[in-house]
T-cell receptor, first 110, second 113 residues
Framework: LAKTTQPISMDSYEGQEVNITCSHN???????ITWYQQFPSQGPRFIIQ???TKVTNEVASLFIPADRKSSTLSLPRVSLSDTAVYYC???????????FGKGTKLSVIP | NAGVMQNPRHLVRRRGQEARLRCSPM?????VYWYRQLPEEGLKFMVY????????ESGMPKERFSAEFPKEGPSILRIQQVVRGDSAAYFC???????????FGAGTRLSVL
């Protein structure tokens, strides 16, 4: 199981772009990278998943360099409602045991 | 399309009582998972079920904990003879066959007095 490392916390002002980087040096060939968001007193919410290069959806972008040893979740123009914990998960396609670390606590400041 | 529904949202039990946590998966999802989250920690996998079958319960304590997902009705996580250490948030998730994209409920917060 590839171990992930991400910052414990980050602060950002409203309207800024936020980039959260996750290190996964031992990522395996069959592993995908998935990000979840969790608000206080809520369950995690799937944000985005990727294997390589760049993936974009209506919520975020995920940048994965060629060596795949890290990935960056990019949130454009954050608002106060983006204050949450963001988790980076690495796992094989078909792996159902999601492994959550402590995540990155993002605080958006007005 | 309703999401994953868990109830109750909060449950208070005294030591030695039983706790029953319910989870109705998203419509069209036949795969259900239970996770436990302790304060300031990430979620930890407990069990994976499909209709009437336990696929993997490797994350569940061997004693006092059980889970089911009957043919009709919600999935149930049952904790017998609760102890203070069982106090946590319990989350249910569901998925289609794409098992590594899971949709979570809002959780049940169990407090054992």
């Amino acid at each position: 199981l590839a171990k992930t490392t991400q910052p414990i916390s980050m602060d950002s002002y409203e309207g800024q772009e936020v980039n959260i980087t996750c290190s996964h040096n031992n990522i395996a060939t069959n592993d995908y990278i998935t990000w979840y968001q969790q608000f206080p007193s809520q369950g995690p919410r799937f944000i985005i998943q990727g294997y390589k290069t760049k993936v974009t959806n209506e919520v975020a972008s995920l940048f994965i360099p060629a060596d795949r040893k890290s990935s960056t979740l990019s949130l454009p123009r954050v608002s106060l409602s983006d204050t949450a914990v963001y988790y980076c998960l690495v796992g094989e396609a078909g792996s159902y045991q999601l492994t959550f670390g402590k995540g990155t606590k993002l605080s958006v400041i007005p | 399309n309703a999401g994953v529904m868990q109830n109750p949202r909060h449950l208070v039990r005294r030591r030695g009582q039983e706790a029953r946590l319910r989870c109705s998966p998203m419509k069209g999802h036949s795969h259900v998972y239970w996770y436990r989250q302790l304060p300031e920690e990430g979620l930890k996998f407990m069990v994976y079920l499909q209709k009437e079958n336990i696929i993997d319960e490797s994350g569940m304590p061997k004693e006092r904990f059980s889970a089911e997902f009957p043919k009709e009705g919600p999935s149930i996580l049952r904790i017998q003879q609760v102890v203070r250490g069982d106090s946590a948030a319990y989350f249910c998730a569901s998925s289609t066959r794409d098992v590594n994209i899971q949709y979570f409920g809002a959780g049940t917060r169990l407090s054992v007095l």
